[in-house]
């Protein structure tokens, strides 16, 4: 069992930042390959950005590509996602994910995650 936390959300206006967080327990963390997806109102779960268990190889929607940025910290067994240039349409819940699988790469498909945080509410206003 994997044990997954997150903080960090909160309201930012448009073009400003948030650092989300997300703690892990129960599996070493360096043998779990992490994502992070979100949820707006009315829409369906969306992947926006996943790291391998080494940290080696990541992988960003096209929607946050080149605002978002994903780590890991193997030692503190934790994972980080640092939003930029936040925009009215990133509001929604975000989740951290996990999964013990082939963790060497990054997947993007929801039901391929295991363990699922509780969820972190960013609003960006306009």
């Known amino acids: 069992q994997v044990q997954l936390v997150e903080s960090g959300g909160g309201l930012v206006p448009a073009g400003g930042s948030l650092r989300l967080s997300c703690a892990a327990s129960?599996?070493?963390?360096?043998?779990?390959?992490m994502g992070w997806f979100r949820q707006a109102p009315g829409k369906g779960r969306e992947f926006v950005v996943g790291?391998?268990?080494?940290?080696?190889?990541?992988d960003y929607a096209d929607s946050v590509m080149g605002r978002f940025t994903i780590s890991r910290d193997n030692a503190k067994s934790m994972a980080a996602l640092q939003m930029n240039s936040l925009k009215p349409e990133d509001t929604a819940v975000y989740y951290c994910?996990?999964?013990?699988?082939?963790?060497?790469?990054?997947?993007?498909?929801?039901?391929?995650?295991?363990?699922w945080g509780q969820g972190t509410q960013v609003t960006v206003s306009p």
């Open positions: 790291i391998s268990s080494s940290g080696g190889t990541t």
């Open positions: 994910a996990a999964r013990t699988t082939s963790t060497w790469f990054v997947q993007r498909r929801a039901n391929e995650y295991a363990y």
């Open positions: 129960g599996r070493t963390f360096s043998s779990i390959a």
